[in-house]
């Protein structure tokens, strides 16, 4: 009976993917093909023209020499640390929910039901570390020492052992029924043991090895062979898959669904909230501290401190780490790879979207903003408040972490970041208030050009507004290499920038509805 | 008197803090039609899930024929029709028939799903897919699906919902048919008249049974009413 059950399991799957192949236009698909791999390329040169910058120095060469595979190596163990917590919470396979209730209902193993989904799953993970880090490749090759290709090639292995370890790592885990709790203090484990490597100066974790890998040109071949041991995780992850909870399947299967379908929409307010249902973040019943006294400043500003109070510990973990990210990505721009600016501000971004809830709450429950007395315009306006300071505070970590990391020491850095901290807020408040109101950017009922253009604006908008907020950075570094005052040449900028994004923030949200 | 198809021990289940069922114990006999009532909420969905090996029990534990279940041996005996049919959108209903026969290992099938679109009233849509079918057809080609395979148990949530009368009597005598060819019924529903049909009656609320006995009692009608 099994027999029968697995040949028709293999059968109808082959069916499924014969149609869908048939379904496929060819030449819209080469033509897709294409335009991506003609703007992949032309996106490439151009950031490679612009990190170009200046070649590294005997001190900044001997820092990438000795942090440099441990830097690495907490990108992986981060990455190995999500998965492991992505598999406490029951991923990362996505199924349709047919397949939950046709396919693991059947009398035959749910290993080999499920193996060919972990596959599929682990073939999708690895291309994307591959290109990634073929690109981060790439970006060393511009300024380290070495041939071209080595980097790119290094760059791209490590990025697939990366790839291919988050999501093994999540495999193990839900395979084992690992849980949340013991998930996430392996987890923390493999973080410490990455952080201690960096620390130390030393290489005993494997996920170090694997950050050596990608610093081949460099370091040579030698114990970055040990890295390979990362691969053991998505053997295993294969091998427990059939462990996987039907009832967390079944959970992430309603909810992926959804979640391809929001981003296809490119909704991003429905990709937040589908997004924190998978990760079962929800607000705590209790806030951290309560909001006291009367409410003098307005019950706008009071609701919106009573949501941000009850933000789990995930998310306000989340929104100090994208700040410190933001603060490393600033800081990597400044002493000579400018592009980077652009993930500070996409870092801001990123938190702001969690920040403006208390507006995104508004669209979700229209029909209680529509009861009050006054316009959109109005409440938006009071909305905003709250997710400035927050951000502002996001910033302030950013800064805090740049001016760590400055080699000329803090107090010089500490003024330009502080100076440039307050448009990259405002930028990436506005941007992501742009984000999560008015729902999806392709709306079906906007048709037409003019529709298109909307859909373009929706979406490429809020991540513009979020990059001109950083440009006072980039001025100021410029100023910096002509011998000028940074100071005096970012400020300007830096009200230019909030007056573009306020001058945008009034025009398309403070309109009356 | 024949071994429980289905029994429970102590059977737990919890969300959270939420307790969804409490220390439950019950046996079903094959070929009983045992009708599962209980107010929004009750546990009676939970129940159902749980013998499916859907969820897994917190405490306790169920059984299908002996097996724990959820375990290869248990899903061979136990149909589950759900309360939101999830089909794939790139098959056809046939085709969806062809395939969960097969999973189960049944090769002859054709004449079976034949008769069940026939009598269900879906020869005409056999080659659609389900994805355009209107709710009530949806849960049709759902109960078509629950049917097409052999079962010792069948685990039906609300299944009469959405449905029109003459499929409503339809599903009646498949499920009477099922109950008397052996296989044992638990129904989930709100509905007296099928509660009525049914050989036993178990009601839930909070996660407890509160009535366990005759389906044709002025306490049955009292809790289906209640809700």
Same mark, same amino acid.
């Given at each position: 009976m099994a027999r029968v059950g697995i040949q028709a399991l293999r059968e109808m799957r082959r069916a499924r993917r014969r149609r869908a192949y048939e379904e496929i236009d060819w030449i819209d698909a080469v033509y897709r093909v294409y335009v991506i791999a003609l703007f992949s390329a032309l996106g490439t040169s151009f950031v490679s023209g612009l990190v170009g910058g200046r070649p590294v120095t005997p001190t900044e060469l001997s820092g990438a020499l000795d942090f440099g595979p441990a830097v690495g190596g907490l990108v992986v163990a981060g990455a190995i640390a999500a998965g492991l917590r992505s598999g406490g919470r029951g991923g990362p396979l996505v199924l349709l929910p047919a397949d939950v209730s046709i396919v693991l209902l059947a009398p035959i193993s749910r290993a080999v039901a499920l193996r060919g989904i972990a596959i599929r799953q682990l073939r999708f993970s690895g291309f994307l570390g591959t290109v990634v880090g073929m690109i981060a490749g790439n970006l060393a090759a511009q300024r380290l020492p070495g041939a071209y290709l080595p980097w790119v090639i290094s760059g791209g292995v490590a990025g697939l052992i990366t790839g291919l370890a988050y999501t093994g790592s999540a495999l193990v885990a839900c395979g084992l029924r690992a849980g949340r709790r013991l998930a996430g203090l392996i987890a923390a484990g493999v973080l410490g043991w990455s952080i201690a490597d960096l620390l130390g100066r030393t290489a005993t974790s494997p996920a170090t090895f694997a950050g050596r890998v990608a610093m081949l040109p460099m370091h040579g071949l030698g114990t970055p062979v040990l890295a390979l041991i990362l691969l053991g995780l998505p053997l295993a992850g294969l091998g427990f898959? =059939? =462990?996987?909870s039907l009832e967390a399947a079944r959970r992430q299967a309603g909810l992926a669904a959804q979640l391809r379908f929001a981003v296809t929409m490119q909704d991003v307010r429905t990709v937040i909230l589908l997004r924190r249902q998978l990760s079962a973040e929800g607000p705590r @019943? @209790?806030?951290?501290?309560r909001v006291s006294g009367p409410a003098r400043r307005g019950p706008v500003w009071r609701r919106d401190w009573q949501g941000v109070l009850r933000w789990p510990a995930p998310r306000i973990v989340r929104v100090l780490v994208l700040g410190a990210a933001a603060g490393v990505a600033a800081s990597a721009a400044w002493e000579g790879t400018p592009v980077l600016v652009a993930l500070a501000g996409l870092a801001l971004l990123v938190a702001a979207l969690d920040a403006v809830e208390g507006l995104a709450q508004e669209d979700d429950h229209p029909t209680m903003s529509g009861l009050l007395p006054h316009g959109s315009g109005w409440l938006t306006l009071r909305h905003l408040a709250v997710p400035m300071i927050v951000v502002m505070g996001v910033a302030v970590v950013g800064v805090a972490v740049g001016a760590a990391l400055a080699p000329a020491g803090v107090a010089g850095v500490l003024g330009i970041g502080l100076v440039a901290a307050i448009p990259a807020t405002v930028g990436a408040v506005i941007g992501a208030a742009l984000s999560v109101r008015g729902g999806a950017a392709i709306n079906p009922l906007e048709v037409g050009p003019f529709g298109s253009v909307l859909a373009v604006a929706r979406i490429v908008g809020p991540p513009l507004l979020a990059l001109i907020g950083v440009v006072p950075l980039a001025v100021a570094r410029i100023a910096v290499d002509a011998h000028q005052p940074a100071l005096a040449a970012a400020a300007p900028v830096a009200v230019g920038a909030v007056l573009v994004s306020l001058a945008v923030g009034a025009a398309v949200l403070l309109r009356e509805a | 008197m024949a071994e429980p198809i289905l029994q429970t021990i102590d059977l737990v289940a919890t969300y959270g803090d939420h307790v969804a069922l409490e220390r439950l114990n019950y046996r079903v006999r094959p070929g009983s039609r045992v009708a599962l009532v209980g107010p929004n909420g009750a546990g009676k969905s939970t129940f159902l899930r749980l013998a499916a090996g859907l969820l897994e029990p917190s405490g306790g534990e169920v059984t299908i024929g002996g097996h724990p279940a959820g375990s290869i041996e248990a899903r061979r005996l136990t149909s589950y029709l759900p309360d939101t049919p999830s089909m794939y959108d790139d098959l056809s209903l046939n085709e969806h028939l062809e395939y969960v026969a097969r999973l189960h290992g049944e090769t002859a099938w054709e004449d079976r799903a034949a008769d069940l679109l026939d009598r269900l009233g879906l020869t005409e849509r056999g080659g659609d897919p389900p994805g355009g079918f209107s709710k009530g057809m949806r849960q049709k080609a759902s109960i078509a699906l629950a049917f097409v395979r052999p079962f010792s148990l069948l685990l039906a949530d609300e299944?009469? /919902?959405?449905? /029109?009368p003459r499929s409503r009597e339809a599903l009646d005598l498949l499920v009477a048919e099922a109950a008397g060819g052996g296989a044992a019924v638990i129904l989930a529903t709100h509905h007296l008249d099928i509660v009525e049909r049914a050989s036993r009656c178990l009601a839930i609320d909070e996660g407890e049974v509160v009535y366990d006995g005759p389906p044709d009692t002025p306490e049955v009608a009292r809790l289906v009413g209640s809700r």
């Open positions: 898959v =059939g =462990g996987t @019943r @209790r806030p951290w501290l | 299944p009469f /919902d959405g449905l /029109d």
